[in-house]
Nanobody, 121 residues
């Protein structure tokens, strides 16, 4: 069972920056596609960014594109989300997700417990 632990959230003023980190334990990290999602109060969980197993491909939600960068270090089993020019609408709980594909081609999703990001205006 893969365990994911997020950190780096907090309270920041609009225009500021935060770097979220997700550390994975158990499993082979370099086999996981990693992603960040967020959920604001009263809203559905939404996609933020993802990065391929070797870090060669990334994708972003339009809402964060140009302001955020996802990266990973497979030697440290960590994935980072650097967020700049933060806006109040970025306020949410941010979750890390790992996707592992098994030998039968099935995808297994693992989630962290989340870290709160609050952006004040």
């Amino acid at each position: 069972q893969v365990q994911l632990v997020e950190s780096g959230g907090g309270l920041v003023q609009a225009g500021g920056s935060l770097r979220l980190s997700c550390a994975a334990s158990r499993g082979t990290f370099s086999r996981f596609e990693m992603g960040w999602f967020r959920q604001a109060p009263g809203k559905e969980r939404e996609f933020v960014a993802q990065i391929s197993e070797r870090g060669t491909r990334t994708s972003y939600a339009d809402s964060v594109k140009g302001r955020s960068t996802i990266s990973r270090d497979n030697t440290k089993n960590t994935v980072l989300l650097q967020m700049n020019s933060l806006k109040p609408e970025d306020t949410a709980i941010y979750y890390c997700r790992a996707v592992e594909q098994d030998g039968l081609g099935r995808n297994w999703n693992y989630w962290g417990q989340g870290t709160q990001v609050t952006v004040s205006s």
